[in-house]
């Protein structure tokens, strides 16, 4: 338990290191169950979440040891192929472990998932594309159990692009008898990560990134080394704090075509955006500008992780933002925290129309998911006076150290734990 207080008016300036991708860290880990090996992972942030796919892996009966920021996992001896409920309820990704433990042991047993409470998120197409996959699937009580005594490739057409769901298909695809394809695929960099990965380990797989991915079944894996690629939303973040204190902040190791959508966005603000080999560098001016459009979408699209973020610095715009969220059905607990500091936002079902005001205000408001707290704090660095934000765990489910690294280019910033 902790939360953040930050005296606003600064003006971010410095340098920011961009740490390994949560989102790729998570179904990476869970896929060290498939190859009963040594898996060795780089650049693996310090986070609640991959805290949590630590326990679960120990539980199953991996040993996992941590240096700094690598993680070695052995899965030689796991046996485990249930996870209970009271670790699958701390966070969505433990659905991941699904398709590896079904690939390896024919069997699996785990609990509906929990994570951010952002809507519905049901687990629908992961299950669809198991069962297409040979599985027999049956939910009883909260558990979900599937077992197959072979699983064998399939063409499976998902109904929308799902990022999960995608990435469970590939895991348990990977020891099936036969090819497997996926059409209608997720192309977030996070399932190019996953597919390096996974080939890594020996797997056959083609496509990720494209709307076609194609899995040719193998029957032996091997140990496997792998750095993660950077978070691109974590950089997003620290783009869009330089961009709302209309400081200059460069963030490095980037891989900037994961950017696009959102640099685009962010040159249409009026910032300044240098571009380098690894890095970004970002001047904002003061006022932002407002953006008429902003539309969250699967990949190329920008991305519903920073529509928050994104709502935050429209909020000190010099005009109207009209922002559709399109990816999840409730994304909009930040609005009721950003108009306590001042903020003109109104909604109407999906859509936010956020008239930009001269100065937020210090307020006392609650981190209600991961983006939405990362929302507040960013609003908290431009208003007048403090802001204190509750909830610091949410925020460090996905952000390692977010106070740390913004008060070294130059935020007022503090996390203090309660007890
Ligand atoms: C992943 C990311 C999350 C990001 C999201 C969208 C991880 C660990 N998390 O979440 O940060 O916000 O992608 O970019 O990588 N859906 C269904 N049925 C399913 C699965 C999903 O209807 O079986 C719906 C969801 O409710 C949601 C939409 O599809 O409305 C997108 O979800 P999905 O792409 O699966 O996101 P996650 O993998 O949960």
């Given amino acids: 338990m902790g939360r953040y207080i930050i005296k606003g008016g600064n003006k971010l300036d410095g340098k920011v290191r961009i740490n390994g991708a949560?989102?790729?860290?998570?179904?990476?880990?869970?896929?060290?169950?498939?190859?009963?090996?040594?898996?060795?992972?780089?650049?693996v942030p310090h986070l609640k979440d991959v805290s949590v796919m630590i326990e679960i892996l120990q539980y199953l009966g991996a040993t996992v040891t941590r240096t700094e920021q690598m993680l070695h996992i052995d899965t030689t001896n796991v046996k485990n192929y249930e996870v209970p409920e009271y670790l699958m309820r701390r966070m969505r990704s433990s659905i991941f472990l699904m398709g590896p433990i079904l690939g390896r042991f024919g069997k699996v047993r785990v609990s509906y998932p929990g994570g951010c409470d952002i809507g519905p998120r049901p687990v629908d197409l992961h299950l669809k594309g198991l069962r297409q996959l040979g599985a027999n699937i049956v939910e009883e009580h909260g558990y979900i159990e599937a077992e197959a005594s072979q699983l064998s490739g399939a063409e499976i057409h998902l109904d929308y692009p799902s990022v999960g769901a995608t990435e469970n298909l590939m895991m348990a695809a990977v020891l099936a008898k036969g090819t497997t394809v996926i059409q209608n695929s997720a192309k977030e960099p996070e399932i190019v990560d996953l597919q390096n990965f996974l080939n890594g380990m020996g797997a056959r797989i083609r496509g990720a990134g494209t709307e076609t991915i194609r899995i040719d079944g193998v029957t032996k894996l091997t140990s496997v080394e792998h750095t993660v690629i950077p978070d691109r939303i974590v950089a997003g973040t620290f783009l869009i704090a330089g961009a709302i204190t209309g400081g200059r902040v460069v963030v490095q190791n980037v891989i900037k075509e994961h950017l696009d959508a959102v640099i685009a966005k962010l040159r249409e603000a009026g910032c300044k955006i240098i571009l380098g080999e690894d890095y970004i560098i970002l001047e904002g001016i003061n006022p932002i500008k407002?953006?008429?459009v902003i539309r969250t979408?699967?990949?190329p699209g920008f991305p519903t992780d920073l529509q928050a973020p994104m709502m935050a610095l429209m909020t000190v715009s010099n005009g109207i933002t009209v922002l559709t969220e399109t990816v999840f059905e409730n994304r909009f607990k930040h609005v009721d925290e950003l108009r306590r500091m001042g903020a003109n936002i109104k909604v109407n079902g999906n859509t936010a129309v956020i008239e930009g005001v001269k100065k937020l205000n210090g307020a006392f408001v609650e981190a209600k998911d991961l983006r939405a707290g990362a929302a507040l704090i960013l609003a908290g660095l431009t208003a007048e006076g403090t802001t204190i934000v509750e909830g610091a765990h949410s925020i460090e489910r996905g952000y390692e150290q977010i106070e740390k690294k913004l008060k070294d280019i130059g935020a007022d910033i503090v996390k203090v734990d309660k007890h």
């Fill in 22 to 43: 949560k989102n790729s860290c998570l179904p990476i880990m869970a896929a060290s169950v498939l190859n009963g090996s040594l898996s060795k992972i780089i650049d």
């Fill in 290 to 292: 407002s953006i008429d």
């Fill in 297 to 299: 979408l699967p990949y």
